[in-house]
Structure formats: C-alpha cells, structure tokens
C-alpha cells in the first residue's frame, strides 16, 4: 500500500498524461504542460465585499466560487448609498477585480440659510437627515418647516422663508378726561407721542396720526385719537385712546321781562360773564352782571326790568336829562303854539309809529308855548313851566319857531330839524348810531320787531 507521498504522485502523474492527451487533441505546445491554467472552479481573486452595497457574481461554467477567473460580479448599492466605480467588476488573470468599487452615503445639496432664520440638521446633509428651519423673533416661517433628504439627493420640500407678519407694537396713553379751562370750552392737552416698537427689525417706516395732536385746544365731548404704524414689511400696529373734555357749567340763566342778557362764552359755563339790560322805558334792578362760578352757583342776585319812571319835579334841566343818560333817546318837539300845522301832523305821524320809537328807546317831549307861558309834557306828565324854559334855555331851542332836536343816550345833539320830518327818515338817522347797532343785534336775537 502507498504512503500519501506515493499517491498523490501518482494521481498528479495521471493528470498529467490526461492533460497530455488533452493538449495534443488540442495541438497546443509542450510548454503549456509545464504551467497548466487553473481549474475554473478554483478560487482566483479575492472575495468581493462592498460596505453598504449588494453583490451578485456569474462564475464562468458554472463553477462553485464566485471568485474564479472570468467571474463577473454586479454591484448594487442599498437605498441612500450612490455607487463610485464600475458596476461590474470581472475577476481578471492578474488575480484582480477590474476596478475598485465603493458605495458612499448620498448627500443632498447644502441648504441655504433663510434670511432672518436658520435650520438645524440631524446628520448634516446625507440620506434620510432631517433639517428643521427656525425664524428669528418677530418672523414667521413661510414653507416646510422640516424637510429629509431623499434617495434622489433632493430635499423633500422647497427652501423655507422667514417672513414679517407680526405687526408692530405700539401702546397710546391712557384714557384722559379734562375740565375745561374758566370762560372757555376747551382746554390744551398735552401726552407724550407714542413710540412703536417692532418685533422683527426694529425699524419702523411711518406713523400715522389721526385726531388732533397733543398741544390742541379739544373742546367739549369726547375725541378720539389713534395712532399707527408700519414696518418695512407694511404690516401695521394701532393703538387708540379718548381725551375727554368736560364743561363746568351752571344752571341756564334767561333774559328778565322786558329786558336782554349778554353772555360771554357758551353763556352758562365755568367763568362765563352775563350782562343784563332793560329795554327802553325800563329800569334794571338787581345784578348788572352775574358769573359763574367754580362752585357752578351764579353770583350776585337775579335782575329784574322795572317799569321806568320819570320825574318831573326836578329842580334843574340838567337832572331831568340825566334820568335818560344811557337809557333813552329823546325827540323833542318844540312848538309856538299847538294850533301849529307842523306841529300837528308831526305828533300824528309819531302815534302812528309808536312801535318803531319803542323799539329805538325814543322818548317824545313836546315844549308847547311862548314865555310866559310855557308848557311841557312827557307823556302823559307835565312838567313845571321853570323846567320848561331851562330845558330850551339849556338846549338852545327856539321859542317862536317850529324845530325837532334829536338827543342820543349820552345827551349828545345828534340833529335838529326845522320843518317836519318822516319816522323813516328819523329811524334811518337812529340806526347808524353805534349803540342801536347793538341793540339791533339784541333784539333780533329775542325776535322783538315791528310788523
């Protein structure tokens, strides 16, 4: 029996002459006995091995090893992996692969930092990382807020943007309530102007105002002021806020009978002057002039219009006019005697326009007579015949002539007249005076006038 040494050289003995056999069918050289090629099914390269990658090997023949010359072997990379080399690789009789092949990680491409935001990442920028964006205070995310990077080396949502959307912030002072100031229905008020304030940059590109600024007189009632503003983003913020002006007043005071009131300022407030007067004929008794006060009470006492009565038992001229000084006007009708024609259409025209004379404060007197005997008359009074010739006298009125003198409320000579005028013309004359200019005013204001 053979050792092992004998019989293995005896089977490589026999291959050999089978091979020999083989080579002269084949007619190939002597020389190849020497060097014999491989054995297809027997290991030539190196086992293939790709990190994150498949491997799929066609051994020639169908042979065992997938390593064999001539194998060819496909590589394929898992799911987020991209292949760098060939993707078939061919085991070569150099005992090498024909290429070297790896399988890298795919990576998408770098995001972009958004404008006033970023992102962060989780495993950078390969497959399957996640990146989320994030604004600064005062933006809002506009798109994906996270977005993964794909198989295709893309991200799966657009770029985000960070967006101003929140409006600015501004606060208005708060409600004010004020009194107005004494004979005034307004009072100045003042506030510091509010100042806004953006969440996102800061920077404010106007503000508007709409009511009165501070510093204006704001009269009685309630105002309201508002105030806006805007970003560069045009997005706005408001704030509003009322000024209150409230009027101190008293009660409401009214004109006496026959008489008129004047009042300054809206007429019943906190510092507000009334001036009373009486029409002609009247006496005003009682306070000229009332205000009020800051304790809303009025001072002074209530005016009354009292009938006016004139006396005739003066001792002088000069007294008896002073009874009309700034009250009345006065016409005196001076006449030789009262069968006179112009004496007498005079007084006829005169009852006819008793109104209009009312109304112009014109007390008529009539100075009838020749010295002796002289006779003068107001109204219905007579006046002693030593009153009557001082007051022709004193006045320079004629004795033996018809005349008309027309004496204003300060005792002025206003006109004379020698032959008989018209009530027109004589009412015409009166209007032009500065105080009936007032009176005027007054009396279309209680509605007094003529039909």
Known sequence: ??????????????????????????????????????????????????????????????????????????????????????????CQTNKRWSDKVLCKQKRCPTLSMPTNGGFKCVDGAYFNSRCEYYCTPGYMLKGERTVVCMDNKAWSGRPAMCVDVEPPRIQCPSVKERIAEPNKLTVRVFWETPEGRDTADGILTDVILKGLPPGSDFPEGYHKIQYTVYDRAENKGTCKFHVKVRVQRCNKLHAP???????????????????????????????????????????????????????????????????????????????????????????????????????????????????PTLIGRIGVRIMPPALTLQLRLLLRIPLNTFSILLVDKHGMDKERYMSIVTPVSLFNLIDTFPLRKEEMVLQAEMGQACN
């Open 257 to 371: 009978e026959n008489g008129y009131i004047k009042c300054s300022s809206d007429g019943n407030n906190y510092g507000a002057t009334c001036e009373f007067s009486c029409i002609g004929g009247y006496e005003l008794q009682g306070s000229p002039a009332r205000v009020c006060q800051s304790n809303l009470a009025w001072s002074g006492t209530d005016p009354t219009c009292k009938a006016m009565k004139i006396n005739v038992g003066v001792r002088s001229a000069a007294a008896l006019l002073d009874q009309f000084y700034e009250k009345r006007r006065l016409l005196i009708v001076s006449t030789p005697t009262a069968r006179n024609l112009f004496y007498r259409a005079q007084l006829a025209m005169l009852q006819q326009s008793q109104c209009g004379l009312d109304l112009r404060h014109i007390t008529v007197i009539e100075l009838v007579g020749t010295y």
């Open 1 to 90: 029996m053979c050792t092992p040494q004998k019989k293995c050289s005896l089977e490589y003995s026999q291959t050999l002459l089978k091979l020999e056999k083989q080579f002269r069918k084949l007619q190939l050289p002597k020389s190849s006995l020497l060097h014999p090629p491989p054995r297809p099914d027997t290991p030539w390269c190196s086992p293939i091995k790709v990190k994150y990658g498949d491997v799929n090997c066609r051994a020639p023949h169908g042979g065992y090893y997938k390593n064999v010359l001539g194998t060819r072997c496909d590589i394929r990379c898992r799911k987020g992996y991209e292949l760098h080399g060939s993707s078939q690789l061919i």
